[in-house]
């Protein structure tokens, strides 16, 4: 059967030759008049003709609006979440056994609420100690005063009999013995008065020593009941009825959620648009909406990531928002001008650069051209960009079937993100 394929071959090999080799003699054959051939290179066709004007040229229709720019707030979007404004774990001061009820995590409490209580052990006998210490030593401090007052008047009144024994041998009315009696007698009235101001230190000091006992005992008993810091909700519980609790043994966690925190990292690039008191907005993952104000700008970048920390404060007077919530951040930052236009104007370029296509003058009317533009925000309305002339003929139909230079036919039409 071999024989039978090669002549098949044959057969349409000599077909395919007469109608590409001898296409007009088998078209005479056939009865068929052949179609006058187009010439390249400028000669004349069928199609064309050569005395038509030269400035008459195809136009590709499009529609087009006319955009001007508009001067809008821009926003530093951030991704952050939610933190709580205080979170404290209150600890032990003093050894003990807790012999308060413990109260279970998720409880409201109040500034200055009980949260633990500790044995106070023998600290109740201590305080009786250094408090009658306290009193035995002021009932010690008048004596000592008194003596002072004493030992003063003995030094007055042997300084003036000193004085009279001066005046006296100077007239020759008292004997050297007499002045040295005297003078002894004022030494040694001194003498008294250095030992009874002594004695009256040593009896402050006492007094001193005690009160101070005594205030360090009151002290290591106030210790014995932990209170929260502040109004709160309970994280965890708090120490259970009988744990021994050291110093520094944690007795709750207490965070404070209203007002809450929005925590955001800012990129260098973008922390000078970013001022303390700056409204902003952010959502939630859950959806809820939330406003509020910058309240600290970190001065300080993050070693690793060079990024800002930001804190944002908004209200949570129902405590829906809970700590560590993810949330997208947007602080408003000062306004700039920009385009509203349709995202189906949006358009690339050979490149991939993100822009519009816009009618620009030509030589000979309208023609297409790309501009590429910064993309801002997107909203109901439409898309913001930035990055154009202050007015501009924005293609808005059409635009992904012309070029740059391609010459244009324009319909305008009042679209609703025109300004």
Known sequence: MKWFSFVIAAIVAGIVYM??????????????????????????????????????VRRVSVVVTTSRAQVIDSAVVLRGRTEAVRQVTVMAETTGAVTSEPLRKGAMVEAGQLLCEIDIGTLAAQL??????????????????????????????????????????????????????????????KANVESARSGLEAATSIVEAAAAAVALTEKEMERTTIEAPFAGLLETDTAELGTLLSAGAPCATVIQLDPMKLVGFVPETQVEKVEPGAQARARLVSGTELTGAVTFLS???????????????VPNPGLLIRDGQTADIAIAASGEPAHLLPASALTLDDHGTLGIRHAAEGETGPEAAFLPVLFLRDTPEGIYVAGLPDEVEVIVVGQEYVTDGVP??????????SQ
Request: no cysteine; aromatic share 4%; glycine share 4%.
């Open 128 to 189: 009786s100690e250094t408090r009658a210490r306290l009193a035995s030593a002021r009932a010690g401090l008048p004596v000592s005063e008194a003596r002072v007052t004493e030992a003063e008047a003995l030094l007055t009144e042997a300084e003036i009999n000193n004085r009279a024994a001066t005046k006296l041998i100077e007239g020759g009315y008292a004997s050297e013995s007499r002045v040295a009696s005297t003078r002894a007698s004022v030494s040694s009235a």
């Open 408 to 417: 244009l036919e324009l319909t305008y039409r009042a679209d609703e993100v």
């Open 19 to 56: 109608l590409i080799m001898e296409r007009e003699a088998v078209f005479r054959f056939a009865g068929i008049e052949p179609a006058a051939e187009t010439v390249i290179d400028g000669a004349e066709t069928p199609e064309t003709d050569a005395d038509t004007p030269k400035d008459e």
């Open 299 to 313: 001065r300080s970048a993050d070693p690793l990531t060079r990024t800002f920390r930001v804190e944002i404060e």
